[in-house]
C-alpha cells in the first residue's frame, strides 16, 4: 500500500493506515454505526478482529495486549454508550501510559444535528481517558488521522479517533504512511546530574521506579545503584508491566496503603523517581496527608512513566556503580502445600507451579496479597497490575495479552468480586482458543470494602455490610465459565487447586479454576 | 426530619435528605470513596440499598424503577470509572426522561488534586448523560445538593451528584427540607390552538405522543383525537411506558426504520407532537433523510418529552372530540402454539400466557418482531422499551420495575447478545428475590446488525459475518443463570417454552427461560 492509494472507502483507507503503521489487531464490539468499517475488515486480512461481548473487554484487552506487545491495538466502540462501556479500562490503560487507538463509531456528519436518540457527547467522554482526541472530519483525511492516532499512541496513551458513519462510507480514501513512532523523552541532563549527587551523597534516599524501567534491562541498573548507594529501591505500587523471577533483577513495591508505604519511604532526604511520579496514596483518609514525599525530601523527577527511564537508569548506574553488577533473584519456590485452601497456601500453589514465561494478570486483590512472595523465585515471568484502580480489568487484559503472546502461557489471577464487572471475557477467551487460565479467588465478598471501611474510620452495621457480601446468593464460577465456552472446576483444597493447575497447563486453551478461599477480612 | 437538623456527618444529612423528599431506594455499586455514605445507611433505615455487581446494572435498574414508580431512586457509583460503567443506562434514562439521582462518589477535596490512580474528570463524563450536574462543596450544604438534585430529577433527567469524600464524612451536615416538585411545563395556548386547527383541518395529519401521554389517560385522549379528525395517531418508537392491552386505548408505534417510518407518516400536512420531539431516523444510512417529516409537513410542537403531554390531550380531545368515546382494545390472545419455537411462536406463546398487570420489559430486538401484535389484547399491561439505543438496559430495568412494583410480574423479554453487556443483573434479581421471569432469545446472533449491515448498503465476507456470530462457542444461558443463582431452563419447542413461563408464573422469585430461536436474519 502507498501513501497515495485512492478510490477505497474511508473505512478500508482507515484499516489500511492502521495495519501499515503496525496495528494489526482490534477488539470491536460494533454497532450500525460501525457497518462499513466491519464490512472492509475483509478486505485488508492482515487486521485480526476480535469480537468482545461488552466494551469494557475491548478495551481491557488492549490495554493487555499492548503492554505485551509494545505497540498499540485498536478498539471498535459504538457511540457514546460503548465508549462508557469501555471507559473504565480505557483508564487503567491511561494510568499504565499503555497506547491504544480507540476507534469510536459516531453517526454519520449529515445526522448528527438531528439529535437522533444514540447522540451524545464523544468527545468529552474520551476526553476523560484519551491524551489525544480528534473527530475525523472527512473521508480524505481519515487515513492521515488514523497514522496520527498511532503516533499519538506511541507517546504512551490512549488515541481516540471518533468515526462518523459517512467518513466511513464515504469514497476518496486515502491510505496514508505511518507517521514516525516518536522516541521516549529523554531525561534533563541537570536533572539527572542532580540525582545522581543525590544518590551519590549519602544521605537517605528512595530510587523510585515505573514505566519501561520495570522491564529487566531498568531493574538491572537500578538494582546496580541501589546496591552502590545505598538508597532504597522501590517500584511504584502498580506497575504496568514488571519483569521478575529467577534470574531478573528483583525489586520491592510500594505499598497500596498510605501507612504501609509512608513506612517504606521512612525518613528519606531525597526521593528519585524514574519511569514514574511523586507518590500519593490511593484515597485520602480522614487526618491523613496523602502526598507521601516525607517534610524536607527533595524529590528528583528524572523521567516520567511516558520517558526513556531505562537509558536514564544506566546513565546513572554509569556513573554510580560502575563496577557494580546486578544481583538477580535466585530460582526458588515454594513446597507444594496440601490442606486447606487459604489465600497464603493458594499463593504457594501458584509460586510451586507459575510456568516458565509465564504473563501473571493480577486482579487476585485481597486474595493475592501472598502472591509476590510466593512467586518471587518462580522462572522468569512478567507482573501486569490494576494501573488505575478500575477493577474489571483482569479477565479483558489476560485475552489481550494472550492475544499478543500466542505461545505464552497467560494466568489470570482473579478476585471474585472484580471479576462480575467483565465476565463475558471468558467467552472471548473460549472463542479464540486462548491460553489462559484463571483462577477466580472465591471468597464471596468485597473483603477490600471491609478493609477500607476501617480504614477510613465508618463503622457500618448490617446494611452497610450487606453491600459487601457477595454470598446471597453464592456465585456459582463453574457454571459461569461452562456457560460461556470455558472449562472449570472448583478446588476446595491446596491439592485441588494444584491438581487443577496442571490439569491446565496440560491442555492448551482457556481453563478456569475457582479457588474457594476465605476472605482475608 | 427537620430543615435545620445538625451535628450529623454529610453522608447522613445527605441520605436523610433524600428520603425526606421521597428517594427511598439506592441502586449501588460502591468503592472506597463511598464508604461513609455506606456506613451512614444503618443511620436511615428507611433507605433501602439494593447492590449490583456492575454499575451499569444500578443504573439501568434506577431506569426501570422510576418508570414504574415516578419518582427517582438514586444510584450510588465509585468516581469516574464506576460512573462510565454506568453511562449507558443513564443514557437511555435521558432519552427516556427518567428521573435519576445519580450520587457519584468523588476522592475528597483535599485528596483531589494529588491526581491519585483513580482521578478523572467526573463533571465531562456526567454531562453527557445528565440534565443537571452538581459537584458538592461543602458538607454544610451537601443536605441542600440533595433536595437539589431530586428536584432536578423530577425535570425529568438524571441530576448528578458529586460526593467528595470528605464532604461526606465531615461534621455538620444538615438535612435539608424536600425541594418542591416542579410540575410539568404546559402547553403554550397558542400552539395547542395551532395543533387543534391542523387537526380540524380535514387535511392529513399526523398526531404522534410519547413521554406521559403512552400511558392509558394520554392514550384514551389521543385515540378520541384521531377518531373524531382521522388523523393518524401514532406513539413514538421507543416509549419509555407504554400502557396497553385490553381496555387501553391502542396505538401503534413509529417503525424504527426509516423507510418504513416514513410510510407511515404518508403525505402529512401536520405532524402534531404531544410529549415527544420532531421524529428522525435512529441512524443515517446513505442517500436517506434522517429527518422524517416530509417536505411541506407544518410541525406543531405541543409539548416534549417532559411536558404535561395528557393535560394537552385531553384539552385537544374536548376541543375535537366533545362527544366522542375512546375505542380500547378488546381482550384477545393468541391461541398457545405448539411445535417449532419460531420468532413468530414464541411472541404467541408470550402473548398467550402473559398475566394480568404483567410489566414488560422489552430488550427482544429481532426476536421481539411479533410480541406487539401479539400482545395487544392480553390484560393490561405497561411495556418499557430501549429509549435510548444502548443495549444491555432489558436484565437492569426489570430490576428496577420489580423493586419498584413487588406485586407485578415482571417478564424482561431479552435478545441474547444485548444481555450480556449486563449480565450480573441475574445476581440481583435474585439476591433480592424479585418476581422477573426472563425470556432470553438465544438465536447465536447480533441478527440486528445482520440487517444493519445490508440497510447501509456495505457487503461483508466473513470476517465481517464473524464479528456478527455468537454462536463460536455456544452460550449457555441457563448455565450463566443458575450461576448466579436464578433458576433456568432451555426451551426448544413453543410447548417447552410454555410449561417454562407457567411454572415460572406459579412460583415467586425470578426465573430464566432461554427460549431457542432462530435468528430472523
Known sequence: MS??????????????????????????????????????????????????????????????????????????????????????????????????????????????????????????????????????ASTADVGADAADAVAAAHRGQVATLVLPADVSWGDGGRVAPPAAVPDRPVADPGTLRAAADALASGEPAVLLIGGEATRAAGLAAANRIAAATGARLLAETFPARLERGAGVAPVGRLAYLGDAARHQIGAARHLVLVGTR???????????DGDLVPDGCAVHAVVDGTGAATAALEELADLLAPGTTAVTAAAARPELPTGELTVASASAVVGALLPEGAIVVDEAITSGLGLPDATAGAPRHDWLTLTGGAIGYGLPAATGAAVACPDRPVWCLQADGSAMYTISALWTHAREGLDITTVVYHNSAYAILRMELAAVGATGGPAAAGLFDLGRPELDFTAIARGMGVPAVRATTADELADALRRAAAEPGPHLVEAMVPALV
Chains 1, 2 share one sequence.
Not at 486480512?45 to 484487552?61: D, I, K
Not at 493487555?64 to 479500562?89: D, F, I, V
Not at 511523586?278 to 491523613?288: C, D, I, L, Q, T
Request: one cysteine or more; hydrophobic letters at 45%.
Open 3 to 136: 501513501g497515495d492509494e485512492r478510490d477505497t472507502s474511508g473505512a478500508t483507507a482507515l484499516l489500511r493506515t492502521l495495519h501499515g503503521s503496525g496495528v494489526d489487531v482490534c477488539f470491536a464490539n460494533p454497532g450500525t454505526s460501525e457497518m462499513h468499517f466491519v464490512a472492509a475488515l475483509d478486505g485488508v486480512p492482515g487486521m485480526r478482529a476480535v469480537l468482545a461481548l461488552f466494551e469494557g473487554v475491548a478495551t481491557g484487552a488492549a490495554d493487555g495486549y499492548a503492554r505485551m506487545a509494545g505497540r498499540p491495538a485498536a478498539t471498535l466502540l459504538h457511540l457514546g454508550p460503548g465508549l462508557g462501556n469501555g471507559l473504565a479500562n480505557l483508564h487503567n490503560a491511561r494510568r499504565a501510559h499503555t497506547p491504544v487507538v480507540a476507534v469510536v463509531g459516531d453517526h454519520a456528519l449529515t445526522h448528527a444535528p438531528l439529535d437522533a436518540p444514540l447522540q451524545s457527547d464523544i468527545a468529552a467522554i474520551a476526553g476523560s481517558v484519551s491524551g489525544w482526541v480528534r473527530h475525523s
Open 278 to 288: 511523586s507518590p500519593v496514596a490511593f484515597f485520602g483518609y480522614p487526618g491523613k
